[in-house]
Nanobody, 123 residues
Framework: QVQLVESGGGLVQAGDSLRLSCAAS????????MGWFRQAPGKERESVAA????????YYADSVKGRFTISRDNAKKTVYLQMNSLKPEDTAVYYC????????????????WGQGTQVTVSS
């Protein structure tokens, strides 16, 4: 069992940066792949980025490639999402999730979810 708590969201202007953090509890954090998803009002939850258990492999949605970076610190049981050059279309609730193997681009791959943190980007 893994419990996840996101933090770091807020209101920023277009072009600004934010770093989201997701702190995990449980002794098996390093065995999980971790993902970041987001959901805007009226839209489906979509994958943003994911990282393998030891950080060797990463995945990014096309919409964030070159702007967002996912990383993790297994000693701190924390996964991060550095978001640069933010755009108004990045506005959403951002969720972190823990999973094992599968397609990182789909929510059903992930078993445990945080409560989400709001990111709002003004133009």
């Amino acid at each position: 069992q893994v419990q996840l708590v996101e933090s770091g969201g807020g209101l920023v202007q277009a072009g600004d940066s934010l770093r989201l953090s997701c702190a995990a509890s449980g002794r098996t954090f390093s065995t999980y792949s971790m993902g970041w998803f987001r959901q805007a009002p009226g839209k489906e939850r979509e994958s943003v980025a994911a990282i393998s258990s030891f950080g060797i492999n990463t995945y990014y949605a096309d919409s964030v490639k070159g702007r967002f970076t996912i990383s993790r610190d297994n000693a701190k049981k924390t996964v991060y999402l550095q978001m640069n050059s933010l755009k108004p279309e990045d506005t959403a609730v951002y969720y972190c999730a823990a999973g094992r193997i599968g397609n990182w681009a789909v929510p059903r791959t992930f078993d445990f979810w945080g409560q989400g943190t709001q990111v709002t980007v003004s133009s």
